[in-house]
Every structure is written in structure tokens, then in C-alpha cells.
């Protein structure tokens, strides 16, 4: 069964120019108190309107589809899947990369990568906010098998 990733219950439009997501679940756009913030959003260059899409805990994919990110963000022509961590320890980095590549796969095969030009993958943890990964491959690995760009630090900047 095809997964609408188009519920108008779980999308959310904003041009501010600095904003936090919030993972309650669902994940959500806040304009206040930043100590609650799982990620920061700098969209202050061009203060594009930005849909925020909260997957996890309210798009309906069931769980033998595999996990799933928090959100997504589209803007002009631009399509950002991101995970939102708030860990130590652990394996969360390479979790996070996983549950991006799941959905995105799921978007892939239920609606339409095509009309996005810039595709972008995004994991911010609030307690790790400067990760260094062990390298290039962990980025590389990730662009080769979905063709998008992985970042991970704590402040999303819409470019």
C-alpha cells in the first residue's frame, strides 16, 4: 500500500527566518523557548516559505516498513529528510543514517524525487551538536546509495 506523504495534518508552512523543530512526536515547528529546540533552522538568507512534514508519529507507514525519520522540509526546489537524535552515547549517528535511507526510499517508491533539484539528508542531535564523523565514507557511502547530500550538526541553514 502506497504511503501519502501529502496528509495535510502533518504539514506546516513558515518563512521565518530562525526556527526550532521540536520532536514531541510528531515533530513540529517552534518559534520559542530554544532550550527545547532538537534543531535550529538559519533560513534568515532567503527566508524561503519552508513546509515542515512530520513523518514519525503522524504520516501512517506501518512498522514493517522499517524506521522512519522525524521530517521533512521542502522549499523551492529543494527536499531535506532529516532525523532528529537527542543522545550521548551509542551507535545513534549510524542509526540516523539508517532511518534516513529508509525513508527516503519510501519517498521514492510512493511519490515523486524528480521535481527536486536539491536533495539534502540532515541529522542533528541536540546533545552532540559538533559530530565528527570517522570520515568522508560516512558521508559518501550514504550520497552514493540515495544521491543526497548527508549533513549532520545541530543547525539546519536553508541555502
Same mark, same amino acid.
Given at each position: 500500500?502506497?504511503?501519502? +506523504?501529502?496528509?495535510?495534518?502533518?504539514?506546516?508552512?513558515?518563512?521565518?527566518? +530562525?526556527?526550532?523543530?521540536?520532536?514531541?512526536?510528531?515533530?513540529?515547528? *517552534?518559534?520559542?523557548?530554544?532550550?527545547? /529546540?532538537?534543531?535550529?533552522?538559519?533560513? &534568515? %538568507?532567503?527566508? +524561503?516559505?519552508?513546509?515542515?512534514?512530520?513523518?514519525?508519529?503522524?504520516?501512517?507507514?506501518?512498522? %514493517?516498513?522499517?524506521? @522512519?525519520?522525524?521530517?521533512?522540509?521542502?522549499?523551492?526546489?529543494?527536499?531535506?529528510?532529516?532525523?532528529?537524535?537527542?543522545?550521548? &552515547?551509542?551507535? /545513534?549517528?549510524?542509526?540516523?543514517?539508517?532511518?534516513?535511507?529508509? &525513508?527516503? @526510499?519510501?519517498?521514492?517508491? =510512493? %511519490? =515523486?524525487?524528480?521535481?527536486?533539484?536539491?536533495?539534502?539528508?540532515?541529522?542533528?542531535?541536540? @546533545? @552532540?551538536?559538533? +559530530?565528527? *564523523?570517522?570520515?568522508? *565514507?560516512?558521508?559518501?557511502?550514504?550520497? =552514493?546509495?540515495? =544521491?543526497?547530500?548527508?549533513?549532520? &550538526?545541530?543547525?539546519?541553514?536553508?541555502?
Amino acid at each position: 500500500m502506497a504511503i501519502n +506523504f501529502f496528509n495535510p495534518d502533518c504539514i506546516r508552512n513558515t518563512n521565518e527566518p +530562525f526556527f526550532g523543530l521540536v520532536d514531541l512526536p510528531p515533530a513540529t515547528i *517552534s518559534l520559542e523557548n530554544e532550550t527545547n /529546540w532538537n534543531a535550529e533552522i538559519d533560513n &534568515s %538568507a532567503q527566508c +524561503f516559505t519552508i513546509t515542515l512534514t512530520a513523518i514519525d508519529g503522524c504520516i501512517e507507514i506501518s512498522r %514493517a516498513e522499517g524506521e @522512519r525519520c522525524e521530517a521533512m522540509i521542502t522549499y523551492d526546489n529543494a527536499i531535506m529528510f532529516i532525523e532528529l537524535k537527542d543522545r550521548d &552515547s551509542g551507535r /545513534w549517528a549510524g542509526k540516523a543514517r539508517d532511518q534516513l535511507e529508509n &525513508s527516503i @526510499r519510501l519517498y521514492d517508491r =510512493d %511519490a =515523486d524525487l524528480g521535481v527536486f533539484t536539491r536533495k539534502y539528508a540532515h541529522i542533528a542531535n541536540k @546533545r @552532540r551538536p559538533y +559530530f565528527k *564523523s570517522g570520515g568522508s *565514507s560516512f558521508f559518501q557511502e550514504f550520497e =552514493d546509495r540515495t =544521491d543526497f547530500v548527508l549533513r549532520v &550538526s545541530y543547525e539546519i541553514i536553508i541555502t
